[in-house]
């Protein structure tokens, strides 16, 4: 939804105009991947705190690479919220690290990603998590890969920037310039989050339903 464009009497429309670099929010480094785990109790949806958080984002915003002690947020898919509730066997896991949204500039190499691996396993070990993961039961896609997949995002995951208290306002609403292209999902508005992308494609379908009824 970042940049759709579209082809009229000749001319190019695009929907979105494209966000720079600065305005754009994180892009991720994810895992997907089906592993055994023990020594933690994980519910469905936990957080891993870096130790050093301020030097998490100065590594985020201002030298804009990969943080060297990152927060990890880990969905147990195969789990509920009650932690007596665990696998006895493998489980289907998401492990995100946020990065930079450098996606169009900068090309992550195998090495690096796999550093970034180490260092985001390390930092769920530290926590008391241990992650048997195996390289062919693992589906790693960075900021590179989320660009390729949304292209002028960067690889950015949320739209633009949040930060300040219009962020929101400044995102783009339900309808486009093209005509019956409309837009849905966190990176519209009112935002990034389950509810707030339901209550977009509530948005988007009402703009449907009422163009359609002008017609």
Request: net charge positive; aromatic share 8%; charged share 20%.
């Amino acid at each position: 939804a970042a940049i759709s464009v579209g082809r009229f009497g000749g001319s190019i429309i695009s929907a979105v105009p494209p966000q720079p670099p600065r305005n754009r929010s994180l892009s991720a480094l994810t895992w997907n991947l089906v592993a055994r785990t023990h020594g933690f109790p994980l519910l469905r949806h936990s957080v891993f705190f870096s130790d050093d958080y301020a030097a998490e984002f100065d590594d985020l915003f201002r030298r804009r690479r990969s943080p060297r002690a990152p927060t990890i947020y880990v969905c147990a898919q195969d789990r509920s919220d009650d932690a007596a509730e665990a696998p006895s066997g493998t489980e289907r896991l998401l492990c995100l690290m946020n990065a930079p949204a450098t996606g169009d500039t900068v090309t992550n190499d195998p090495r690096e990603t796999e550093e970034c691996a180490e260092r985001a396993f390390a930092t769920l070990a530290r926590c008391g998590l241990t992650v048997m993961r195996r390289t062919q039961q693992t589906v790693t896609t960075t900021p590179t890969d989320f660009n390729r997949l949304f292209p002028a995002t960067g690889g950015a995951l949320y739209g633009p920037s949040s930060h300040g208290w219009r962020a929101s306002f400044r995102r783009p609403g339900s309808r486009t310039r093209i005509p019956g292209l409309y837009l849905a999902g966190g990176s519209v508005h009112p935002g990034p989050g389950i509810p707030m992308a339901a209550l977009s494609g509530r948005h988007a379908a009402r703009s449907l339903l009422e163009d359609l009824g002008s017609t």
